[in-house]
Nanobody, 127 residues
Framework: QVQLVESGGGLVQAGGSLRLSCAASGRSFSSYAMGWFRQAPGEEREFVAAISWSGSRTNYADSVKGRFTISRDSAKNTVYLQMNSLKPEDTAVYYC????????????????????WGQGTQVTVSS
């Protein structure tokens, strides 16, 4: 059973930065693609960023491109989301997810592709 635990959320002013972390349990973390999604109040959950199992490939939603960076540290079984130049519209609960197919060459932006999810961490950006 895989467990994903997000942390690092909080309240920040517009223009500020936060770094989210997602710690994964289980062996072979480095073999699986990971993703970040977010859900704002009254909205559907949407894709934010994804990273391949090797870390060599990344993908971002247009709304965060150039401001957010996804990365992973396999030694720590952790994936990160560095968020800079935050805007009030970035306010949401942020979730990490794992695609449980080892060494899958693709990276995914659809929720249905992911097998395990964390409980989420709240990010609030004030104007």
């Amino acid at each position: 059973q895989v467990q994903l635990v997000e942390s690092g959320g909080g309240l920040v002013q517009a223009g500020g930065s936060l770094r989210l972390s997602c710690a994964a349990s289980g062996r072979s973390f480095s073999s699986y693609a990971m993703g970040w999604f977010r859900q704002a109040p009254g909205e559907e959950r949407e894709f934010v960023a994804a990273i391949s199992w090797s870390g060599s490939r990344t993908n971002y939603a247009d709304s965060v491109k150039g401001r957010f960076t996804i990365s992973r540290d396999s030694a720590k079984n952790t994936v990160y989301l560095q968020m800079n130049s935050l805007k009030p519209e970035d306010t949401a609960v942020y979730y990490c997810a794992q695609k449980y197919t080892p060494r899958d060459r693709s990276i995914y932006d659809r929720q249905i592709e992911y097998d395990y999810w964390g409980q989420g961490t709240q990010v609030t950006v004030s104007s």
